[in-house]
């Protein structure tokens, strides 16, 4: 289905449910509002899975395939473990054997109406406006395209990233890595290994305990051999264009960077959330939901994937969270709730 950029305003619907998020949560959603004979329309202010096209390019999941399949549709891969490339492939097919409607390069701007009857308000790069009618609303947003930011001066300069793609324009120059889980240790080691002189900065004293398996002696073992230079216990405090001020117990000094990369982790859209009536607790963020059905306190408006979790966003990913849409469907259609399948590694961070 389209994904087309049109400015003219406009009115669709009314759907059945109206997903907000077209990643591997947001679609599964979708694919089982079709599978109960449910109409349903996916809305998402990027591409189709946004979030995993943002990934880097080699990156390979710290899972199986079947644990993230959707739909009951099998993914294929050449190794034991799926690659980027492969879980786009598959959410792609996914979307066209069910036939799913997608609104894609929307941004939501506004969630209005009650239960039965929602209007989602969306716009585009090009001014476009567009409202679509729903009678349920299932937010899916996700939390990979806000980073957690490190508020410090130089932040926004042109040559700070929050997202690493692939090692090669930065071969024979001085990158520094800023984080200490497995986004930072991958993006050093893709970094050294594409001939980068590589400075992780890191501000526990060590990295971080939930590396992969395989990253942690990989990682370890570079820095201590020198390959990798390595600052622990160690806090950014400003960044200008060639290079990164840091304070330890050494006292602030200067590194060396012509590039920056803050891997440093990334967190639900909690305003998105608030403007649309939800209540979050305090302290973790998390929505107030019913834990069977998820519906949250706003009547007909449900919750899926990560933001389920709120700050604790190593809790819910594609794993578990792609099993979310039967437990909403379910309790739509009135078909009682359907279990979830246990918690397992997460793919990333």
Not at 31 to 55: F, Q, T
Not at 143 to 170: K, M, Q, T
Not at 214 to 235: H, M, Q, Y
């Amino acid at each position: 289905m389209s994904a087309d950029r049109g400015s003219a305003v406009g009115s669709h619907g009314p759907y059945d449910t109206v997903c907000i998020g077209a990643g591997p949560t947001g679609l599964a959603c979708a694919i089982e509002a079709r599978r109960a004979g449910l109409s349903a329309l996916v809305i998402d202010k990027g591409a189709l899975c946004n979030s995993l096209l943002h990934y880097p390019i080699n990156m390979l999941f710290f899972t199986t395939p079947e644990r993230m399949e959707i739909g009951d549709l099998p993914m294929t891969t050449t190794g034991g473990k799926p690659t980027r490339a492969e879980a786009l492939k598959y959410y792609r097919r996914a979307v066209e054997h069910y036939g799913i409607e997608t609104q894609l390069y929307q941004r939501v701007k506004q969630i209005r109406g009650s239960d039965g009857s929602f209007v989602v308000e969306t716009s585009d790069d090009n001014g476009g406006r567009r409202e679509y009618a729903g009678r349920k609303v299932i937010i899916a947003t996700g939390y990979y395209d806000l980073p957690n930011r490190l508020d410090v001066p130089g932040e926004d300069l042109p040559h700070v990233a929050h997202y690493f793609s692939e090692p090669h324009p930065y071969w024979n120059q001085d990158v520094v890595v800023i984080g200490g889980k497995n986004s930072a240790a991958e993006a050093a080691l893709d970094l050294f290994r594409g001939g980068a002189r590589v400075t992780l900065i890191h501000r526990g004293a060590e990295m971080g305990k939930n590396l992969k398996y395989w990253v942690k002696p990989d990682i370890e073992n570079r820095i201590r051999a020198g390959e990798v230079r390595a600052l622990f216990s160690t806090r950014v405090t400003r960044i200008e264009p060639r290079c990164v001020w840091v304070r330890n117990g050494g006292g602030e000094t200067a590194v060396p960077a012509s590039h920056v990369f803050a891997m440093t982790g990334y967190h639900p859209d909690f305003e998105f959330l608030e403007q649309q009536g939800i209540a979050l607790d305090p302290e973790t963020q998390r929505p107030k939901c019913n834990p069977e059905s998820l519906e949250t306190n706003v009547p007909g408006v449900y919750v899926a994937g990560v933001v389920v979790g709120g700050k604790l966003t190593s809790d819910i990913f594609i794993e578990n969270g792609r099993f979310h849409g039967r437990q909403i469907i379910a309790a739509i259609t009135g078909k009682g709730r359907i279990a979830e399948a246990a918690p397992v590694a997460p793919p990333g961070e």
